[in-house]
């Protein structure tokens, strides 16, 4: 499916397999890791009203 796209690329980018692996296993773990590293006080975009309509807009898209 289209969310293994990003894994897919990133083992074909590399000509060697445990290469490929390593690179992939290590992008997974920078996507664990990003949320803890998030300090902001502030609220994020989730709560905003603008985000909220965009969003909306593009599930009846969809």
């Known amino acids: 499916e289209w969310y293994f796209l990003f894994a897919y690329a ?5 000509p060697n397999k445990l290469g490929g692996v390593l690179a992939l296993l290590f992008s997974i773990l920078v996507l664990m ?3 803890m590293l998030h300090t902001s006080k502030q609220r994020g975009n989730t709560f905003r009203p603008l985000s909220q309509i965009l969003f909306w807009a593009l599930v ?3």
């Open 60 to 62: 009846a898209t969809y």
């Open 10 to 14: 990133i083992l074909r980018s590399i």
């Open 33 to 35: 890791l990003v949320p």
